[in-house]
């Protein structure tokens, strides 16, 4: 699985958009771009995947760029809820989850 | 109802004893994993059982022993217990072995502290 950057930690103001960057320069073509989320003191949680074109549900959006070597996840609007670390992981869709969740970044919403 | 469930929350233990943490999952599905996650937060795959049967095992030393009485549990018991074993060990579970990332389904985890 390709290796990830993404910045230490974020702020974002309750009600504002938060956009978390992610690079992924070494990303294979049958990789995936997968975003999850860790809230404090629980379990990893999902939030959204996509190979190349632009993804939405109802959690956030994923923007990868045209070479996909680098892709944003977007909160349109941010809640005190939302403060957690976010994970982004690049990966093949199927065969076993053996991936390595990195240092992550840690998202904080203000009121 | 909770759907991936683990128990204790926090196991606080000393070094050379041996204990375990469950696992149960009431999704139906067929594959469990245990994973553990580092004082740096890097979590990583230790197994993973499909319909009890062991299919991924990721270099984990034999002190760490899973064991799946049915599909719906995925114990992990570990013997001989060391400084570095301390870390939050998270179970999860997904509805086939070869499921896509978004399919898996984290607990909550079991923060163990080795004294």
């Known amino acids: 699985d390709a290796k990830t950057t993404q910045p230490p930690s974020m702020d974002c103001a309750e009600g504002r958009a938060a956009n978390l960057p992610c690079n992924h320069s070494?990303?294979?073509?049958?990789?995936?771009v997968y975003w999850y989320r860790q809230i404090h003191s629980q379990g990893p949680q999902y939030i959204i995947h996509g190979l190349k074109n632009n993804e939405t549900n109802e959690m956030a959006s994923l923007i990868i760029t045209e070479d996909r070597k680098s892709s944003t996840l977007i909160l349109p609007h941010a809640t005190l809820r939302d403060t957690a670390v976010y994970y982004c992981?690049?990966?093949?869709?199927?065969?076993?989850?053996?991936?390595?969740f990195g240092a992550g970044t840690r998202l904080f919403v203000k009121a | 109802d909770t759907a991936v469930s683990q128990t204790p929350k926090y196991l606080v233990t000393q070094m050379g004893n041996d204990k375990s943490i469950k696992c149960e999952q009431n999704l139906g599905h067929d594959t469990m994993y245990w994973y553990k996650q580092d004082s740096k937060k890097f979590l990583k795959i230790m197994f993973s059982?499909?319909?009890?049967?062991?299919?991924i095992n990721e270099t984990v030393p034999n002190r760490f022993s899973p064991k799946s009485p049915d599909k719906a549990h995925l114990n992990l018991h570990i013997n001989s217990l060391e400084l570095g074993d301390s870390a939050v060990y998270f179970c999860a579970s997904s509805p086939r072995r070869l499921a896509g990332a978004n399919e898996q389904y984290f607990g909550p985890g079991t923060r163990l502290t080795v004294t």
């Open positions: 070494t990303i294979s073509g049958n990789e995936y």
């Open positions: 059982y499909n319909n009890k049967e062991l299919i």
């Open positions: 992981i690049v990966r093949v869709a199927t065969g076993g989850f053996k991936t390595i």
